[in-house]
């Protein structure tokens, strides 16, 4: 049998076992993972992760961190790290056992915990993903989301989250390498996606097959991708459309519950390394792979094909072979799809990119034939109607008295009027009531107030509502963490009310700056407490010498020519 499909040492105990596992880890210090923790540690148990065989130690980490390598040497790119809270951090000691939980409190594993440190956060950022600047969506998780202490050691492996979505398109490696030997598949080459298929993926798949002469595994994330991408049930709806139009004897599908992190060079060799765990042979990296998107200069974290060259230099330790992606493009005078590099000067050619894709979706307009295929389409289309016909948030942010709430609440007036979609409004005092009554005004609590009016404005605009939030909301990194949250299932509008302290303290309406001032109110925003001004809001509205309807108008006109109502 040829190496890549032996079977692979997995973390999970047997069955008896982790039944009395299971019953003596309920009296164990216990962790509730992430759902990127959950990720990790499912391809942890299963294999995904060969050679690791639990969270990374503080050696292996700060070797991973600068070199690319654990500790002993071995080839590993990206930190697979048990990030926790201070709290939990400082219950536990090297040496504790302690119980891994998914988010229902069901146990999955047991951690024997060898280290416990501080990271430095920053070094990671810089060494890792190129930048310690937080338009890196991991970058930003590293440090918004993820606790200051990490916990390393050994996993002991009692079940596999649960999935009920799905199951039957789901493989661990070695049921994957059990698949491939059964089919008697020696060659395979896997196809990384986090996007849904179009023809020119197709015509690079079949290519990338055929050259490597092996067969084709299309393997797409469905863990965690890039905030903002097409939600994973609609990606494979789309793809079970498209494996349709593959040959069934030489081509299959299975989803792959990976955290994506984005880290464009060092993630092409992570991917490579997990492919080579699930059997495969040989591995497609495409330009830009797992790329971020810009940084906060406006330019790209990683050079094109850093990626493709990086995985060449460790090719061979890896233990897979790069395939690299043939920028595919439709060439219209043969009707067909082309290599790029292989067209000659003149012929015409065609493109339709990922953002003119999602103008065509919001603004419903045609996506020809030979770009995509039609139950693609439709399916996106089911996914994506016209913005009028989405939800979206309306969110507020000022000083208080800034005028936000009477803005705010005419907003909401007019857009009833329209009556097209229900609309809700959480005002700061509104919220504070019903929500966050025993909250104060410290940075923890406001924070857990945004944090929930996000929540509430995030279901609100998932099922094809209208949210207003009117708080003050402070802090950039939480409007920031509400604004992915909401993002996922519509548009977020951030409408800076952008009234002067001074203003503000001059019309001091409920009487409470002069409080402040006074030191009867502490931890006041403006007065004893920060405020960071929105950089890039979609829209400022200056409340000095302009009456409320004008404001809420202003605020009508910024949501028509978004598109989010009709004109
Ligand atoms: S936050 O920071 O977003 O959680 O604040 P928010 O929920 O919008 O609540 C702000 C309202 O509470 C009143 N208030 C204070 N504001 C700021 N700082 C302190 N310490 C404070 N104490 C009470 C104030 O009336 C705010 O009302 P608005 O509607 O903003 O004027």
Same mark, same amino acid.
Request: aromatic letters at 8%; glycine letters at 8%; charged letters at 25%.
């Given at each position: ?26 009296? %164990? ?6 759902? *990127? +923790? ?11 992760? /060969? ?18 390598? %654990? ?18 951090? &400082? ?30 956060? @920053?070094? !990671? ?14 970058? #930003? ?50 196809? +990384? ?5 179009h023809r020119a ?11 490597? +002469?092996?067969? %084709? ?17 609609? *990606? ?78 460790? +090719?061979? &330790? ?8 043939? /920028?595919?493009v439709y ?19 065609l493109n339709i990119s990922g953002t003119e894709l999602r103008r065509r979706?919001? &603004?419903?307009l045609e996506i020809p034939?030979w770009f995509s ?9 089911? *996914? ?23 803005? @705010? ?53 998932? #099922?094809?509502?209208? @949210? ?27 409408? /800076? ?7 503000? !303290? ?45 404001? @809420? ?15």
């Amino acid at each position: 049998m040829t190496e890549n499909l032996v079977p692979l040492p997995e973390l999970y105990v047997s069955f008896e076992s982790a039944q009395k596992l299971k019953a003596e880890a309920a009296d %164990l210090p216990s962790w509730d993972l992430s759902p *990127r +923790q959950t990720c990790d540690l499912e391809l942890l148990m299963n294999g995904g992760f /060969h050679p690791l065989k639990g969270f990374l130690g503080q050696a292996d980490y700060d070797s991973v961190v600068d070199r690319m390598r %654990l500790a002993d040497g071995t080839l590993w790119p990206i930190p697979v790290t048990l990030d926790v809270s201070d709290a939990f951090a &400082e219950t536990i000691e090297p040496g504790h056992d302690i119980a891994l939980r998914d988010q229902e409190g069901v146990i999955l594993a047991t951690m024997t915990v060898t280290d416990k440190w501080v990271p430095d956060k @920053a070094r !990671e950022a810089e060494m890792v993903f190129g930048a310690d600047d937080a338009a890196h969506p991991a970058v #930003n998780y590293l440090h918004n989301a993820a606790g200051r202490v990490y916990l390393g050691g050994p996993v002991t492996g009692i079940q596999p989250p649960v999935h009920y979505d799905f199951k039957a398109r789901r493989d661990t490696p070695n049921e994957l390498r059990a698949r491939f030997r059964k089919l008697g598949w020696r060659r395979v080459v896997a196809f +990384q996606t986090r996007n849904p298929l179009h023809r020119a993926h197709q015509e690079l798949t079949f290519r990338a097959a055929r050259e490597a +002469q092996a067969n %084709l595994l299309i393997h797409p994330v469905v863990g965690m991708t890039k905030p903002g991408d097409v939600d994973h049930f609609t *990606r494979v709806r789309c793809y079970e459309a498209v494996l349709d139009k593959y040959p069934s004897a030489t081509t299959t599908m299975s989803l792959l519950n990976l955290a994506m992190r984005m880290a464009g060079p060092r993630e092409a060799v992570w991917h490579g390394i997990i492919r080579r765990n699930h059997g495969c042979t040989h591995f497609i990296v495409g330009r830009d792979h797992a790329g971020p998107g810009k940084n906060s200069q406006g330019e790209d974290f990683y050079g094109p094909y850093d990626a493709q060259e990086l995985f060449r230099k460790h +090719q061979d &330790e890896i233990g897979i072979e790069m395939v690299d992606f043939k /920028h595919m493009v439709y060439v219209q005078d043969r009707a067909q799809y082309e290599a790029a590099d292989e067209i000659e000067d003149g012929a015409t050619v065609l493109n339709i990119s990922g953002t003119e894709l999602r103008r065509r979706l919001r &603004e419903g307009l045609e996506i020809p034939d030979w770009f995509s295929f039609p139950e693609v389409v439709s399916e996106l289309r089911r *996914r994506y109607p016209p913005r009028s016909q989405q939800g979206f948030t309306v969110f507020f942010t000022g000083f208080s008295g800034s005028g936000k709430s009477t803005i @705010a609440n005419a907003l909401m007036i007019k857009l009833m009027e329209m009556g097209d979609r229900p609309v809700t409004l959480l005002d700061g005092d509104i919220v504070r009531k019903n929500l966050s009554s025993e909250l104060g005004f410290s940075k923890e609590h406001r924070d857990l107030n945004i944090r929930r009016i996000g929540y509430v404005a995030s279901e609100i605009t998932k #099922n094809g509502g209208i @949210a207003i939030c009117a708080p003050i909301a402070p802090y950039a990194a939480t409007r920031r963490a509400v604004r992915e949250e909401i993002e996922q299932y519509g548009a977020f509008v951030e409408v /800076h009310v952008a009234t002067s302290l001074e203003e503000c !303290e001059r019309r001091d309406r409920k009487g409470l700056y002069r409080l402040a001032r006074e030191g009867k109110i502490k931890e006041f925003t403006g007065i004893s407490d920060p405020y960071d001004v929105p950089e890039a809001p979609e829209l400022r509205v200056d409340t000095e010498g302009v009456d409320v309807d004008n404001c @809420a108008h202003q605020v009508l006109l910024k949501l028509e020519s978004m598109g989010l109502i009709a004109g």
